[in-house]
C-alpha cells in the first residue's frame, strides 16, 4: 500500500500494490489504510514528510499495521545526522521521530543488526515490532 497525497509520480504497478490517496494524517486516509491492513500481514515504509512531528504522527497512526516480527522502516534519519548545508536551517526529522517513537512505543525495537553495512539513509530507523 502506498498513502500520498498525490501518485502522480509513483511509478510503481503490481496486483498487490494498492494506492491510497489522502493527507496521511486525515482521520479518514488513516481509517481507511488500517481497515485495508486489516488481518493482514503486514510492515511498514515510512518516506514522507522529514518534520519530526509529522514522522511521529505517522508511525504513531500507522504503526498498528505492523505485525509482530515485522518492521516499521524510517526512511532519511541521516538528515538529522548531517551537517546542515552553509546557511542552512536544522528542524529536527526522522530520526528524531524515530527515537522519539523507538521510547515511546514499547511494542518495537530498534534493529541495529539491520545496519549491518554501517552507512545507511535510515539510522537506526529499523523498527521491529516484538
Known sequence: ???DHDHGAFQAQHPRIVLV???SRDDA???HALKLCDR???MMIHDASHDAEV???DLHAYSPVVASGCYLVVEDGI???LPARK???RT?????????????SPDFEVDESRERFVATYNPRGFLRRR
Open 92 to 104: 529536527p526529522g526522522p530520526l528524531n521521530a524515530t527515537e522519539r517513537f523507538a521510547s515511546e
Open 40 to 42: 493482514k500481514r503486514a
Open 87 to 89: 546557511g542552512g536551517r
Open 21 to 23: 490517496t489522502g493527507d
Open 55 to 57: 514522522v511521529l504522527a
Open 29 to 31: 486516509t488513516i481509517s
Open 1 to 3: 500500500m502506498s498513502v
Open 79 to 81: 538528515g538529522d545526522v
